[in-house]
């Protein structure tokens, strides 16, 4: 019943007679396919021991800094005392651990349980958050592949688990500044676009209340991001062109609950507009005049071949499927971009190395792992429109979140009511989506595309580049020294100076917090430029030169131009 709770994302204490039933029947299940052996095993390395620590080899390692199979007969009683309990204190969990010692005949390491328990709990605030970080990612692959599982809980996967801390830190910080618009959970996914490897996977964060709700798998209203899938479709049947004119004009459609009268996001309308404009300013009204172009059921269709597989007959959407009423999750989401981004050919992602590599052999050839979705044309026709700021002007003008200094094909959305908010888009190599809202359904307060969900997508986006953009490797071969005046244009393009990438600070335990400062600094800082940290502009640098209030974590600093690009990143962490 433990391991059906866990699988089922719910908490103790927090379920009603219908939580309870499905709980009974997933353990029915579990007991049909696995042996006691198996269901213990995958118990002890799932469930939470103790703050953030989850699964046996991770409590084992932040208690004791051990192994499990090197601990101690005391440390093991101890951590079986936490399992119906873990957040009990030192003493309650050195009683516990008595009464267990005494029923195997262990009574003589009473006297020790208080200190060794006592011990344990002060160390681990210390900890590095490292353990169990890609917790929704085992959960989800052991759920679905139980049988690949070792007996001790080890499985080599496709994540970066780098990359997989870095992008949680973003999201952390990047949550901590949108509390105060009511939103309390994201969900962030890194794809590689050619062999659909999953790289990064944050289903939610620890400190929300709904932590072991995957937010990447669930359902939730697409908003305008289904706005490219459709307006692909329409250029597949050759029925609309980006330079075709769409009319964006109050009106009204009949709908079955009576009539519908959607307006666009800002509440104005642009006349007469060419349809690359209306995608990537996605305005609503030219939406659904395409969607009446090429009809319900052959959007829907369009859209379960990308891979959205959740949809409902095509008689149950009306004209608002323009506008994304339909439920998705960010993992099918996600990939159908990716789509996009391999011309119109798709594969489903994958969490194992061998899967992965077996997907860049086959080459984009349909067959085994790939199929075709869209025309290469069209494919390339979306993502030209969605990487041109101009085009999306109309409604979020030149200087915002979804600008870079490389290429990049993005879309944002938002759900009736305010209750979702998403950013995704993708590079050459890489495709990131970002959900974030309430798990509870509960809405936002004054969020859009640009300001919620964007910011967080923007900082990941330029973490990738930056990664691809590091050499390899520092020999010099077959060098080549430009000439002088190209070295001199060189040496004015604005870079970061200080810090540099990857650079780590440690905080004085000598100084009092609040008079230690970090420098940073610029090779130039011209007319509007600004500085970007952790994706939110600090509002009194307008030097190149700023002095800044360490906090511990891992930070993101960014130089931004006046047009609202991004011109150079560095990661530094302060500890």
Known sequence: MQLAGIFLGTKPGQRNIFDKWEQMRTAQKIEKTWTKNEILTAYLNLTQFRGELRGLRAASRGLFQKEPSTLSDTESILLVAMLPYPGASYKVLAKRSCILAKKIQKEELCDYFESVAKKAISKINNLPSTEGIAYHVALKIFRENPEIFSIDGKIKTTIDFDLQWKITEIAKNNLYGLKKQNVSETGILVLDNISGAVLAYIGNLEDSNSFYVDAIQSKRQAGSTLKPFLYGLAFEKEILKPNSILEDSPAEWNAVSGIYKPSNYSDTYHGNVQAKYALAS???????????????????????????????????????????????????????????????????????????????????????????????????????????????????????????????????????????????????????????????????????????????????????????????????????????????????????????????????????????????????????????????????????????????????????????KIIDSVVFEVR
């Open 282 to 564: 996605s305005l609503n009204i030219p939406a659904i005049r395409v969607l009446d172009l090429v009809n319900v059921p052959d959007f829907v269709e369009k859209l379960k071949e990308l891979g959205l597989n959740g949809l409902k007959r095509a008689d149950f959407y009306g004209s608002s499927l323009a506008l994304g009423t339909a439920d998705v999750t960010l993992f099918e989401l996600t990939n159908a971009y990716r789509t996009l981004a391999n011309g119109g050919i798709s594969s489903k992602p994958t969490f194992f190395p061998f899967e992965a590599k077996r997907i860049v052999q086959e080459n984009f050839q349909e067959g085994n792992f790939w199929n075709r979705v869209y025309t290469k044309k069209s494919a390339d026709t979306l993502s030209e429109i969605l990487s041109d700021r101009e085009y999306r002007s109309l409604s979020f003008g030149l200087n915002n979140y979804l600008s870079t200094r490389f290429f990049t094909a993005v879309k944002t959305g938002t759900s009736q009511d305010m209750r979702d908010n998403w950013c995704i888009g993708y590079s050459k190599k890489y495709t990131v989506g970002v959900w974030v809202g309430n798990m509870n359904g509960k809405p936002m307060w004054d969020v859009s595309g640009v300001t919620g969900a964007a910011p967080i997508w923007n900082t990941v986006i330029n973490l990738l580049q930056e990664r691809e953009e590091q050499p390899n490797n520092l020999t010099l071969k077959n060098s080549y020294i430009p000439p002088a005046r190209q070295l001199t244009e060189l040496s004015k393009i604005p870079k970061i100076l200080i810090p540099g990438n990857e650079t780590i600070y440690a905080l004085d335990p000598d100084i009092p917090e609040g008079r230690q400062k970090l420098h940073f600094y610029a090779s130039q800082f011209d007319s509007g430029f600004k500085w970007i940290l952790d994706g939110k502009s600090i509002q009194e640098a307008k030097e190149k030169e700023v002095f800044w209030k360490p906090e511990k974590g891992f930070h993101i600093l960014s130089l931004q131009d006046q047009n609202g």
